[in-house]
């Protein structure tokens, strides 16, 4: 569809759509159909800008490489605000302005700034197309990279026009990557504003809407991902009664046959892809996935929560994945994927570091820049991303699609932790499992434009990811009880793959072979498995824990399931710190358990 907007018979949409065109100026308008005629045009128009390199359409068929500018490589939680009339309603943990300053802010940065570009215009569904659970939003934008990650990771084009109908709402989502060019000025292979300040991923949850500026990278500028499938989907959630989480979802089987649907929450590089499509070690035990990101959970009529994926791809971490640590992401970008930030073989393909395949002797890296081995840098930007459609997933599970979402009998929650935290632990309830999820913690990565392996706090991985006040999102977690039976609620467990020795090693293997804790987790739900009670929680006994065939030193298992007293009570007079700033909006029942656990922890 090209032209203008007269086949848009929402007449909202009409109009929002026509007031972008007069704000931003840009050279013409599209409408993406979401045809696979489509996809395929817009590729080559990356192709044609340098955006996109074609790969080897042997070694990698119908797969793109793309490179990013220096300064747009990461989401930038620092540029990312949520705007509301009054800064409570944000929380002391998110970017706050005043909607109405904001907005005219906004309006003055996208003034003209599609000039000499298209606009593209994306209807995008999150979760299957009509679904009463689903949302529909429409990311107008002028970057066609986006155009086409977004047809891979969310469902896109008439059909969603069609189920909006005459009068159905949307959320509206404006990108600009904020380089308008000027009559006749040449076009960069990826424009973007370069100034960090001038970057700007704004969320107006009362509205709600999201306007992005000025960068064209992952979370940035796919707005269905992180800005209304988290952001503006939890503010919803809260609002309707369900929660919008940073999970991944995976269904494990036993041998016997027994199928158990598991979510979990770890901060942005942490393992939820890795966990989602795990091959287990175990003998008979299998993983299919769901989903590898984000969950979108619901009390159903049975009174069990139940969860959904609201995307169709994966927008996956590429340093690190191999044919050892996740063969079936390796399986699922075979073909009709886009690499972003990946290095680039002579051969055409694309390699990055930890792929299990030798680093190339030359190849060209991810700034575009001829590489070697020797070359004292790497070759694969950190934060490198695939976008692979998830149908494509040799392990997907039959119900990924389903709109009514799987029923979970666990909820995880993580983080990347060197110390303290042991391999696994269970909640004593789901009030405690609340207060373990806002207790967490991780050590920064690569997927924020910032400084890595700090820890912070990241309660429920959702520090980056929460419209509205942190404080009331703990208090909708634990109001979850009083919606069910708390009986009929997942059970809730902590894990932590990334504890280290003195010297720096990981004491435990991970990958596949978590599969030995989710057996654990599957136990304790069936009521067999063994367990300790600990001041923090139920930990396996080493007797618990299937360790067959693995071999661990004996020192290494003892600190992965032990718990240092001194240590944890350091980290609950860390946390009591870390609540003060919530004020009145901390529930008392945290509040609770923190003093609860202090007194189990002793020494006070
Ligand atoms: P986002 O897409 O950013 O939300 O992240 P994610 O949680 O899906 O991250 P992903 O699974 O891609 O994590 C990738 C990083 O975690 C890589 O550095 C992996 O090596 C590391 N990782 C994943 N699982 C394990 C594990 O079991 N053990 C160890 N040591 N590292 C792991
Ligand atoms: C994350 O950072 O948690 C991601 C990648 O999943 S992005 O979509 O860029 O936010
Ligand atoms: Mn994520």
Redesign the pocket.
């Given at each position: 569809m090209a032209g203008g907007f007269e086949a848009i018979k929402n007449a909202g949409l009409r109009s929002w759509l026509e007031e972008v065109q007069r704000l931003c100026r840009p050279e013409g308008v599209y409408v993406c159909d979401g045809s696979e005629e489509e996809y395929a045009r817009i590729c080559r128009t990356c192709v044609d800008h340098g955006t996109f390199t074609r790969l080897n359409e042997t070694l990698r068929p119908n797969c793109f490489l793309a490179r990013s500018h220096p300064s747009d490589v990461a989401r930038v939680e620092d540029r990312t605000f949520i705007c509301t009339p009054e800064q409570i309603e944000a929380g002391p943990t998110n970017n706050w302005a005043e909607s109405g300053e904001m907005k005219r802010k906004m309006t003055a940065m996208f003034d003209g700034c599609m000039k000499g570009r298209i606009m593209y215009v994306i209807p995008f569904s999150m979760g299957p197309i009509g679904s009463p659970f689903s949302k529909t939003g429409v990311e107008v934008t002028d970057s066609a990279y986006v155009v086409a990650n977004m047809i891979i990771m969310t469902r896109v084009g008439t059909k969603v026009l069609e189920a909006l109908g005459d009068d159905g709402s949307f959320i509206p989502c404006l990108h600009s990557v904020g380089a308008p060019l000027g009559l006749g000025q040449e076009d960069v292979a990826w424009p973007c504003e370069r100034d960090p300040v001038k970057k700007f991923i704004v969320h107006f949850p009362d509205e709600p809407s999201i306007w992005s500026y000025g960068s064209g990278y992952g979370g940035n500028a796919l707005l269905g991902k992180k800005c209304l499938a988290l952001r503006i989907a939890s503010a919803m959630a809260r609002k309707e009664g369900w929660l919008a989480e940073?999970m991944?979802i995976l269904a494990l089987t036993s041998p016997q046959g027994k199928k158990y649907y598991i979510a979990g929450a770890?901060p942005?590089?942490?393992?939820?892809?890795?966990?989602a499509m795990m091959r287990p070690t175990l003998p008979g035990w299998k993983v299919t996935t769901i989903g590898?990101?984000i969950a979108w959970m619901r009390i159903g009529p049975d009174g069990r929560l139940y969860a959904m994926n609201p995307e169709t791809g994966f927008?996956?971490?590429a340093?690190?994945t191999s044919y050892d640590?996740n063969p079936n992401a390796m399986e699922t970008f075979t073909a009709n994927s886009i690499f972003t930030n990946a290095a680039l073989t002579d051969e055409g393909d694309i390699w990055w570091e930890d792929m299990g395949i030798p680093a190339p002797a030359h190849a060209i890296d991810w700034e575009g820049a001829d590489w070697t081995p020797d070359a004292g840098r790497k070759a694969a930007h950190p934060n490198s991303r695939f976008t692979a459609p998830a149908r494509q997933c040799p392990v997907i599970d039959p119900d990924w699609e389903n709109p009514a979402g799987v029923p979970l009998s666990a909820v995880l929650f993580g983080g990347r932790r060197a110390g303290t935290v042991p391999l696994v632990y269970e909640a004593f309830d789901w009030e405690h499992g609340v207060f373990m999820g806002s207790a967490a913690g991780s050590e920064t990565t690569a997927?924020n434009l910032s400084k890595t392996g700090v820890l912070r706090h990241d309660p429920f991985a959702m520090l980056p990811f929460c419209g509205y006040n942190m404080g009331d999102y703990f208090a909708h977690w634990l109001s979850m009880a009083e919606r069910t039976d708390e009986s009929r609620l997942p059970r809730i467990f902590f894990v932590n793959?990334?504890r280290k020795g003195e010297d720096g090693h990981?004491l435990?293997p991970?990958?596949g072979e978590?599969s030995r804790v989710l057996k654990w987790i599957s136990e304790r739900i069936e009521g067999r498995g063994q367990a300790v009670k600990t001041p923090i929680g139920n930990l396996p006994s080493a007797e618990a824990l299937d360790l067959t065939g693995l071999d661990i030193p004996a020192a290494d298992l003892q600190a992965l399931l032990t718990v240092d007293r001194e240590a944890w009570q350091a980290e609950a007079a860390e946390l009591a710190r870390y609540y003060e700033q919530f004020g009145d909006r901390l529930p008392e029942a945290l509040r609770r358990q923190l003093a609860a656990l202090q007194e189990r922890l002793g020494g006070r």
């Open positions: 940073h991944l770890f942005s590089a942490c393992g939820k892809t890795n966990l590898d990101d927008f996956g971490v340093p690190g640590s997927a793959w990334f990981f435990w991970g990958y978590n």
